[in-house]
């Protein structure tokens, strides 16, 4: 059973870093791609980030130049960094993999708040 489990979220103030990590249990981790979404205060998850089993990497607008998702497909690990932080990032952090299934994980709260 494949399970998702996001970690490293917390309050930071503006201008600041944090690192998220996405660790994943089974065996289907290394040939699927893994998005990170993210879901503020009374609005929709959004799409934030992704790559792919071979690496290549994607960003919504807002987050390019400032976040840098990575993998370490040996530790089943996938990666957010966020720096320069700013209140609009404020929300929910969520890592998602689809195969067969569509899977989650329970998400990691970031605040950015001064």
């Known amino acids: 059973q494949m399970q998702l489990v996001e970690s490293g979220g917390g309050l930071v103030q503006p201008g600041g870093s944090l690192r998220l990590s996405c660790v994943a249990s089974?065996?289907?981790?290394?040939?699927?791609?893994i998005y990170w979404y993210r879901q503020a205060p009374g609005k929709q998850r959004e799409f934030v980030a992704t790559?792919?089993?071979?690496?290549?990497?994607n960003y919504t607008d807002s987050v390019k130049g400032r976040f840098t998702i990575s993998r370490d497909n040996a530790k089943n690990t996938v990666y957010l960094q966020m720096n320069s932080l700013n209140p609009d990032d404020t929300a929910v952090y969520y890592c998602?993999?689809?195969?067969?299934?569509?899977?989650w994980g329970q998400g990691t709260q970031v605040i950015v708040s001064s």
């Open positions: 790559i792919t089993s071979g690496g290549l990497t």
């Open positions: 089974g065996n289907i981790f290394r040939r699927n791609a």
């Open positions: 998602n993999l689809v195969d067969r299934a569509v899977y």
